[in-house]
């Protein structure tokens, strides 16, 4: 009992710094617990009830240590022991990329998982979400996540795509599947949709809730350039289009039981994903006959009018052609977005529905520009597909 | 010609500093690349034509930053723009598990990917080996490895297992495949063959140049525990063979077109996952029919004569019954493993040599209780598996 007194004294005294060193932060509500996406047996960091993270990290000798998280450093404070331990500010639902510093250096937490975003592999802490049960680890039936390693001749590279396939698929050796091609945004890679996107867990969660019909879900890496000869200037043009439709889908079909039309293939994606994937679908109408966008649009990042006798080179020109040839057209945005989206993905609704084009449109409640929207995207969007 | 004659000049002096931090080193060759498990684009960390590491970090505050890497820790030293760099000696081929120590902070290296080891994900690097085409990435048929998660009724909790099924598993519906078990050390985890193990890309090419037969590969978590009830008191006991026999194996046998009996399942591990596979081999040898053990024996970490009568109760006691049931007894050690690994395989071997048993013994050239070692030995092993 004199222990817990202590140690709750001991927590208010270090509130109490921190405090000082952010003024304008309240004292924290203590209950915080381990994040759901520490590594195995470690304590920090943790999130309370109000949201708020509190990282801890033993530097010694260090000066100063801070907590770098929605583009806000938080000072935080060392103890006789020479562990450093500080919290943020309450944060938005859902997942968010974080980072410490110490003296300068940008480091990853020691105790998270690590996830690619921002260009780099680094810390990643999971705020529960109202919603969450929808991407939960339940004990319904799992499908796999495959690592699939091929060679690019476009690229002329090794490229590596994850596949999702159903539970039942290893079993029932005769069903063949239709397929979503699922993209990732701009400093994310392949490995996003499967690891903080929780696409596969998304998909179980639906299938065995008989809300979504059983599919195959290939994410790949949207990074895609030839070889250079000689010097190049500027912005390498992307083949990523080149590689999704000479490539991958080829290979998907012929390693996969898919269904291979149009009708059973659909694509989409997040952000730059959104933006390279509706490009791809409007170029590619006999391959693919729905698309999502996940907080993107092809006239990112303008909000201006958009002409649809030249936007795209007229693909949105014949409205009523456009809506015999979608199945779905699905377009999502979280509230809390930060310019420019709700401005480009405002005046893209205009465009459509000034050319009376059918979409689906759905906003994600207080979440900005970040996985937990996508999540829900996702989760929104799948139950549509192929039925 | 100005500014490499520069470079070269501030490269000389950065090594100057570097030597005056470590009196026993010599100046590096100049010859330093990129490692091949760098984060894509980085730079840092780099590897010589010596074996030399040589790492760099952003830390303009920090007052000591260090390379710490094979149980040393050498100095690095910071520029005018508050880099730091250092480099190590030379270190044996192969990959190895290191970190950045920033004013008394453990951290990984921003510029590599990362992998669990000693108890962390953590950074790691690869020292180009003479014999590397072995576990390259070629343009070969490649195999996929799944992620499997699976709710544990005997744990109470979800595990998670990878498996590598061989290129054309996907393709042709009919045909059943071997299955070999195969676990990781201590402090490491599920993802290790296939990530630092290179344990899919081993396969591919063996497979690819007709020296092994296709067989299916199950890495699992050899840390498996019930759910305790009340105190406990000291370490718990391992379920870890209780896991593999009554729920993976029939969840593999359910899941993937296996051949389920023991002619073709075999399990092998490495170091402590070598002590555990001896174990669930000898008491299931209805079960499995091959054994491969990479540098760990069931006796570790005595070096006493081993005495049949007792050991393992009793399971070595009649060898000319062993040599009837063991198709393959497979032993592989690297020559610079430190105490107690050749003391404690050295006596399990005296201990067969008494009794009779057939084995097989291989010994890595030059490498350590390390990735190198376990790579050779999966090779050599899996050649001679199955057939």
Redesign the interface.
């Known amino acids: 009992m004199k222990k817990r007194i202590l140690l709750i004294s001991l927590l208010a005294l270090l509130s109490q710094g921190i405090c000082l060193a952010q003024p304008n932060q309240t004292k924290a509500v203590e209950d915080f617990k381990p994040s759901s996406v520490n590594?195995?047996?470690k304590q920090f960091p943790q999130v309370n009830s109000e949201r708020r993270v509190r990282v801890s990290?033993?530097?010694?000798?260090?000066?100063?240590?801070q907590l770098d998280i929605g583009g806000v450093k938080y000072d935080m404070v060392k103890d006789d022991k020479?562990v450093w331990t500080g919290e943020s500010a309450p944060q938005d639902e859902g997942f968010h990329y974080y980072q410490?510093n110490?003296?300068?250096?940008?480091?990853?937490d020691?105790g998270t998982?690590?996830f690619y975003g921002a260009?780099?592999?680094?810390s990643g802490i999971e705020i529960p979400a109202t919603d969450q049960e929808f991407y939960a680890?339940k004990?319904v039936p799992?499908g796999?996540?495959?690592?699939?390693?091929?060679?690019s001749k476009i690229t002329n590279s090794?490229r590596r795509c994850f596949?999702y396939t159903p539970a039942g698929y290893?079993?029932d050796?005769?069903t063949r599947y239709p397929v979503l091609y699922l993209q990732h945004g701009s400093f994310e890679?392949e490995t996003g949709w499967?690891s903080q996107g929780k696409a596969n867990l998304i998909l179980d969660n639906l299938i065995a809730a008989g809300k979504a019909v059983q599919m195959i879900i290939v994410m790949d890496n949207g990074y895609a350039y030839k070889p250079q000869s000689g010097e190049t200037n500027g912005r390498l043009a992307s083949a990523f289009e080149e590689v999704m439709i000479q490539e991958i889908i080829p290979m998907i079909d012929?390693?996969?039981?898919t269904i291979a039309d149009r009708e059973h293939r659909a694509i989409a994606g997040l952000s730059m994903g959104a933006n390279q994937t509706m490009r791809i679908i409007m170029n590619n109408l006999g391959k693919f006959a729905s698309y999502g966008g996940f907080s993107g649009t092809s006239n990112y990042p303008s909000s201006d009018e958009i002409d649809p006798a030249t936007f795209l080179d007229g693909k949105f020109k014949d409205g009523a052609a456009l809506n015999k040839q979608l199945k779905i057209f699905w377009l999502g945005l979280g509230t809390k977005e930060p310019k420019p989206f709700p401005g480009s993905v405002g005046a893209f609704r205009k465009m459509l529905e000034k050319q009376g084009i059918k979409y689906v449109y759905y906003e994600s409640p207080e979440t900005a520009h970040e996985w937990l929207t996508w999540r829900r995207d996702l989760n929104e969007f799948a139950q549509r597909l192929f039925k």
Chains 1, 2 share one sequence.
């Open positions: 590594q195995q047996g990290i033993s530097a010694p000798e260090a000066l100063k240590v020479g410490l110490v003296d300068g250096a940008s480091v990853p020691q998982k690590y260009g780099r592999w680094g680890l004990d799992h796999l996540v495959s690592e699939n390693t091929y060679f090794f596949v290893e079993k050796a005769k890679d499967a012929a390693k996969f039981r």
